[in-house]
T-cell receptor, first 116, second 112 residues
């Protein structure tokens, strides 16, 4: 299957600072990328869906100004957590797909964010 | 919004035996896909099997098969000849043009 990378795999930041997480599709052009959040021993919660060149569509309850998503190219999407707080500490996972429901999502390995 | 329910938080199976994981979902949409994903301790999500809602035939992938009952909105996963490497969290997922949902997950333990 296709490969999706995430960077960094683990990041620690201080409260009040911003942190950027990158998601790259390495061997295919991803027209759609998804960002998920996963708390320990819980399921994945979809945060937002982004299509290349368009603004991201955020799920209800997700703060757009806090979780900035940019999908500027067909191989790269970024999630920026602005003014991070300890409650933002979580595991963030991205996935990439071609446009259309029938296409498979390929998941990145995830990024563990710890806010101190 | 669509919901996906996995009623078994934990399951256990003896190596080489068969186990079935349950999943039900609720939707009013007609065009959707259902998936089972495996998440090992590494936390890398791995696609196990997928089912197109418009297909009546149950999907199979080697030792993995599903029992898709569209009218009952049920989508169970059967793992045959269980192996130690099958131990992981298993998530049932629903995807349509307007939604992407995961169930709460089932932790599968495989006993040697």
């Amino acid at each position: 299957g296709a490969v999706v990378s995430q960077h960094p795999s683990w990041v620690i930041c201080k409260s009040g600072t911003s942190v950027k997480i990158e998601c790259r599709s390495l061997d295919f052009q991803a027209t759609t990328m998804f960002w998920y959040r996963q708390f320990p021993k819980q399921s994945l919660m979809l945060m937002a869906t982004s299509n290349e060149g368009s603004k991201a569509t955020y799920e209800q309850g997700v703060e757009k100004d806090k979780f900035l998503i940019n999908h500027a190219s067909l191989t790269l999407s970024t999630l920026t957590v602005t003014s991070a707080h300890p409650e933002d500490s979580s595991f963030y996972i991205c996935s990439a797909s071609l446009a259309g429901v029938r296409y498979e999502q390929y998941f990145g390995p995830g990024t563990r964010l710890t806010v101190t | 919004a669509q919901t996906v329910t996995q009623s078994q938080p934990e399951m256990s199976v003896q190596e080489a035996e068969t186990v079935t994981l349950s999943c039900t979902y609720d939707t009013s949409e007609s065009d959707y896909y259902l998936f089972w994903y495996k998440q090992p301790p590494s936390r890398q999500m791995i696609l196990v099997i997928r089912q197109e809602a418009y297909k009546q035939q149950n999907a199979t992938e080697n030792r993995f098969s599903v029992n898709f009952q569209k009218a009952a909105k049920s989508f169970s996963l059967k793992i045959s000849d269980s192996q130690l490497g099958d131990a992981a969290m298993y998530f049932c997922a629903y995807r349509s043009a307007s939604d992407m949902r995961f169930g709460a997950g089932t932790r599968l333990t495989v006993k040697p």
